[in-house]
């Protein structure tokens, strides 16, 4: 499995849009300028996020981006899995042996495919949107502050 730009730059995105928004809307052309990605790219992600119902959108000079639901409810993996789709490592073949049930591809989808998507799978759901505001805000503090004279 291998994560698609779509996916790595949805999830920025809305990292972006979570540590910046304080309650308001965000222009999407700021997004795009903070994070150096294609506004039209982002225009495609941000359509699919909002008919998920991640998102919201308002319209108008005042509009822009709004997380649909407090960051503490948006799981990394819902996010993944609505831009990705199906975040399995291995897709069985639908034209299965007879005696796939006594075969060593079996054997392998039991022993090592299914716990792997499992893994994955527990991983990305046990992340929330607020986990990274806060592993993001926390980094800005390890840095230390900066003075510019």
Same mark, same amino acid.
């Given at each position: 499995?291998?994560?698609? *730009? ?8 809305? &990292?972006d ?8 809307h ?19 992600v ?19 981006? %709004?997380?649909?639901?407090?960051t503490?409810?948006?799981k990394v993996?819902?996010?993944l ?5 199906? &975040? =399995? ?13 006594? =075969? %060593?591809q079996?054997?392998?989808k ?11 799978? *527990?991983?990305?759901?046990?992340i *929330? &949107? ?8 926390s ?11």
């Amino acid at each position: 499995m291998k994560i698609s *730009t779509k996916g790595r730059y949805g999830l920025r995105a809305l &990292l972006d849009l979570a540590v910046h928004s304080n309650g308001e809307h965000v222009a999407l052309s700021n997004i795009a300028e903070r994070q150096d990605i294609s506004e039209n790219y982002l225009e495609q992600v941000f359509s699919t996020l909002r008919k998920a119902g991640i998102i919201k959108s308002v319209k108008g000079a005042q509009g822009g981006y %709004i997380l649909a639901d407090r960051t503490s409810n948006i799981k990394v993996g819902k996010i993944l899995r609505v831009l990705e789709g199906d &975040l =399995s490592v291995v897709q069985e073949d639908d034209d299965l042996p007879d005696n796939y049930y006594e =075969s %060593i591809q079996y054997c392998l989808k039991l022993n090592v495919w299914d716990k792997l998507n499992e893994s994955i799978n *527990t991983m990305v759901d046990s992340i *929330t &949107l607020e986990d990274l505001v806060q592993a993001y805000k926390s980094m800005g503090n390890e840095l230390g502050d900066m003075y510019y004279i």
